[in-house]
């Protein structure tokens, strides 16, 4: 049995992202349509899954598409489309966007959280069937990507067996469980993905993480990588990625599964981490279930 919040959430989603599909079905008057230009917004967890989305949509010709900060979304520049994204639906940055904007496109926000003001301010897309009581975001976030990914048309069945796999092998080997450090690296998707795998890993258990662009791996960020250090691939390597990773000594981490299957992966070696270090994985230092600002 899970002994953590965090692990049994962990462990739903696979089938959480099979009833993505119908939950897309269900709200597809208030999703992005064909040619649509889009403002995605969210903070932490939330903005990667935003950025990832983004990089799908457009990747496949949706249309335009923009993941923002929620502190920083510039939504008068002429979108046909808002979506948020916020668990606790009271996320300061997002409820301020979203209260500030005088444009006539349609709004709608993906929250876990019955009753909180963001539902107020936006079309709700309430999906508190995954809400989490670990402070760390996994199920919800992903369920939201899943949503939004069935929604442009793609069939996640493949990814659904990937995710079930990495649930049913060990997610942590010496080599990881041991690492000093993590480098996480993708493109489009994967790129989003390996900054919230830094993001899962800095808050869980403390470690020291880092997240590129696979390409902008060289370009400096390759000079950290070193024998007992890990670089953790998500998604197609780019070409010569291992050669030059084997020139450092670091380990290369790479599975052929998609970027949100491997997120699983990386999830549950937080959990056993965070075991290690004598660390509770649902409660991080210095971080809360919502970031609500003073005024």
């Known amino acids: 049995m899970p002994e953590t919040y965090l692990e049994a959430e962990i462990a739903t989603q696979p089938d959480d992202w099979r009833r ?3 939950i897309a079905d269900d709200h597809a008057d208030k999703l992005p349509r ?3 230009r889009v403002a995605v917004l969210g903070c932490g967890t939330s903005l990667y899954m935003a950025q990832a989305y983004a990089s ?4 496949r010709g949706h249309g335009v598409t923009d993941a923002w900060p929620a502190s920083e979304a510039r939504l008068e520049r002429g979108y046909d489309r808002i979506v948020a994204i916020t668990r606790s639906g009271t996320t300061t940055e997002v409820i301020d966007a979203l209260g500030a904007y005088e444009g006539d496109a349609p709004s709608a926000v993906f929250s876990s959280s019955p009753g909180t003001p963001v539902l107020d301010l936006a079309d709700p897309i309430l ?3 995954v809400d ?3 402070v760390v975001q996994t199920r919800f976030a992903t369920t939201t990507l899943a949503i939004l990914r069935w929604q442009l048309g793609e069939d996640l069945t493949p990814v659904i067996a990937q995710a079930e796999n990495a649930l049913n092998t060990d997610p ?3 080599t990881l469980r041991t690492a000093e450090q993590f480098t996480f690296v993708g493109m489009g998707l994967g790129a989003a993905i390996a900054h919230e795998c830094a993001l899962k890993m800095r808050e869980s258990c403390q470690a020291w993480t880092e997240a590129y662009h696979a390409t902008e791996y060289r370009h400096g960020p390759i000079s950290i990588s070193a024998p007992g250090r890990v670089v953790w691939a998500l998604g197609p390597l780019v070409p010569n990625f291992a050669r030059d990773v084997a020139a450092t000594g670091a380990h290369l981490e790479h599975c052929d599964v998609d970027p949100m299957a491997d997120l699983v992966r990386l999830q549950r070696l937080c959990v056993a981490r965070a075991t290690d270090a004598g660390l509770d994985p649902d409660r991080p230092r ?3 279930r919502s970031i609500i600002l003073e005024p």
């Open 20 to 22: 993505a599909g119908d």
């Open 34 to 36: 064909q040619g649509e």
């Open 56 to 59: 799908l949509r457009e990747s």
């Open 127 to 129: 999906i508190d069937g």
């Open 132 to 134: 989490e009581r670990s």
């Open 172 to 174: 942590a080997p010496a």
């Open 286 to 288: 210095n971080l809360s």
